[in-house]
């Protein structure tokens, strides 16, 4: 996730600013932490392997989701302590659920957390070196101690000259190098023991959207360009706020924005809140994602809790633009065929819809109707118009678990396609959200004006 304007993340101090400085600015030293990684991951699948061997095939399934858990944890262990591009991508892959093991994807979720902060001796640095001031000569005021921390990045409150009061997301030095590097080595990780299940060209393809999206996420003066798109789309919405972003201030690797405060999803679950709050609210963030998604084109790809902010008025307030998504016409219809397929039960055409979004592998007969009907029968609840549908109660994500078997059967039939990456991102992290938001409606009537043509 990235950070977070609303919430305060106390700091926790890292042993030594060379220590830090090692991690992002030495490649060998990622290299060589990364490697002995995979060394470890490689020689233990090698050892379940040859367990199994030994094992009655009912243990087999136990032994190997012990495995898992024990390679997960590693994993998780070393990418948190190198951060950078590094907890990034895996970051973007642990939300793919898809594509990993359920016991794999639950570990690695905790990669989603903030990251601790680094110290303010690098972030000085940074800021020197993009405009050749120290921050207590570029800003009125400048807090040394971060608003929040991420991955790759971290966010600190000052003040301009003229007294607007504002928050500087400042990125760690170092992290565009490793790029590259990182992300050959996480998938090399990723494709032992076959945790990942894929074809190598399919998940290339998948890889390769992350890496795009994660190297337009590095370049801060990219950033301020999409929070420009996204605002001056919703410019005529009041139901939404995006901050003021002030490019004296702005480089490729320091972000200026104005200080806009909000109430996080948390604090809608107590007063002054109340149920027709939350209610309200969940239909807000239905109805602007699938404005995004269907009919704008421009999605804010990264639906971590920390990025929006609400206000007891009814507004919404978005941070954080890194991750913009355009998403071509072709794919907005694809994804409005589907829906309109399953809706009339049509499992024909939802099967046609996926070979042209790319979802679909065509060297592979097409699965029976069954198959995508019990896929759509967990959302029909969902979609129903004569009853409100509360996510708090929902279990759409625990029948999806028990479908997994059914899933993997046809896995091949399947490949994960590089444009429904960030949005498949953002439609499981939204409704992780919706859960936690306690939300209410009868969603039908806000899907219904989007399913035309």
């Not at 190198?82 to 594509?99: N, T």
């Not at 996080?264 to 609210?281: G, I, K, M, V």
């Not at 704008?296 to 790809?301: D, F, Q």
Request: glycine share 6%; net charge neutral.
């Amino acid at each position: 996730p990235d950070p977070c304007y609303s919430v305060r993340n106390e700091p926790e101090r890292e042993p030594s600013v060379a220590k830090q400085k090692g991690f992002f600015t030495t490649r060998s030293s990622r290299f060589f932490k990364l490697t002995g990684l995979t060394t470890r991951v490689s020689s233990s699948y090698t050892g379940q392997r040859l367990k199994e061997i030994l094992l009655r095939e009912d243990r087999k399934a136990d032994a190997r989701t012990a495995t898992h858990i024990r390679n997960a944890e590693r994993i998780v262990k070393t990418l948190g302590e190198l951060k950078g591009a590094v907890m990034k991508v895996g970051q973007a892959v642990s939300i793919q659920a898809d594509l990993l093991p359920r016991e794999f994807a639950e570990i690695l979720s905790s990669l989603q957390q903030s990251a601790p902060p680094m110290d303010f001796e690098l972030i000085a640095e940074q800021i020197r070196s993009e405009f050749g001031k120290a921050p207590d000569a570029l800003f009125a005021r400048f807090d040394p101690d971060p608003f929040a921390s991420a991955s790759v990045g971290q966010v600190h409150r000052a003040r301009l000259a003229h007294g607007t009061e504002v928050v500087v997301k400042v990125q760690y030095p170092g992290v565009e190098d490793n790029i590259d590097g990182d992300l050959k080595n996480l998938k090399s990780l990723l494709g032992l023991g076959s945790i990942i299940g894929y074809r190598k060209q399919d998940l290339d393809e998948t890889f390769e959207e992350i890496r795009d999206r994660l190297v337009e996420e590095l370049d801060y003066g990219q950033e301020m360009e999409n929070l420009l798109a996204f605002r001056e789309r919703f410019r005529d919405d009041p139901r939404v706020l995006t901050p003021t972003v002030y490019p004296p201030y702005c480089s490729r690797r320091v972000l200026t924005m104005e200080y806009l405060p909000g109430d996080p999803l948390e604090a809608l679950l107590a007063p002054p809140y109340t149920q027709e709050d939350r209610n309200r609210f969940g239909r807000l963030l239905f109805d602007l994602y699938l404005h995004q998604v269907l009919r704008l084109g421009l999605l804010h790809a990264d639906p971590h809790p920390g990025n929006f902010a609400f206000r007891k008025d009814g507004r919404m307030i978005f941070y954080d633009f890194g991750c913009l998504k355009r998403i071509p016409p072709h794919i907005r219809e694809g994804g409005r065929d589907i829906l309109r397929a399953a809706l009339r039960n049509d499992y024909r055409e939802i099967d046609v819809a996926l070979l042209r979004l790319g979802s679909r592998d065509p060297r592979k007969e097409a699965p029976p109707p069954d198959f995508y009907r019990q896929y759509v029968e967990v959302f029909r609840d969902l979609v129903d118009p004569a009853t409100p549908y509360d996510f708090h109660t929902s279990r759409i994500h625990e029948r999806l678990m028990e479908l997994a078997p059914l899933g993997f059967s046809k896995m091949l039939h399947f490949k994960p396609s590089r444009d429904l990456v960030f949005i498949s991102r953002v439609v499981g992290g939204h409704y992780g959200n919706l859960r936690h938001m306690r939300a209410s409606a009868r969603w039908m009537d806000i899907l219904a004006p989007y399913l035309e043509a």
